[in-house]
């Protein structure tokens, strides 16, 4: 169920994807070790930079499209984002370039975040997560 590595070797060192992933951890180890258990906190942090469909549907706070794909709900959530991202991201690199994979990626999450917005544009559940720029890839 759980991949541990693909059969396909690149021919480029995948930069971006090891960058994507040094930035998906460190943003992740800046904030929920220290408010991970605090739900009041967590949701106060969420709400300032999480994508809250009902707040970007209506044109506030269109920062989050981006910030929320950084950020992570749980360990189990960002080991399984980057675990996906490690075995798949170096070869989509590979074929895309780095420029190209990285505009991929981000492309492939702010469509992930208006699919969520579409699907229920007056919600107030924030979402956070890579998942959507990873399933892209």
């Not at 994807?17 to 739900?39: E, H, K, M, R």
């Not at 208006?114 to 998942?131: E, H, K, L, N, R």
Request: glycine share 10%; aromatic share 14%.
């Amino acid at each position: 169920m759980f991949p541990i590595r693909d059969h396909n070797p690149s021919e480029r060192t995948p930069y971006v994807t090891w960058a994507l992933i040094a930035i998906n951890v460190i943003v992740f180890l800046s904030y929920f070790p220290s408010i991970g258990g605090q739900d009041r906190l967590l949701m106060a942090f969420y709400q300032d930079w999480a994508l809250v469909p009902a707040e970007a549907s209506q044109g506030r706070e269109m920062h989050t499209i981006l910030t929320s794909m950084f950020l992570h709900g749980g360990w189990m959530h960002i080991i399984g984002n980057m675990l996906f991202l490690y075995i798949f991201g170096d070869n989509l690199e590979d074929q895309l370039g780095h420029l190209g994979y990285l505009l991929f990626y981000l492309a492939s999450g702010v469509a992930a975040a208006f699919a969520q917005m579409s699907a229920d544009p007056f919600s107030q559940v924030p979402m956070v997560g890579a998942s959507g720029a990873i399933a892209g890839v």
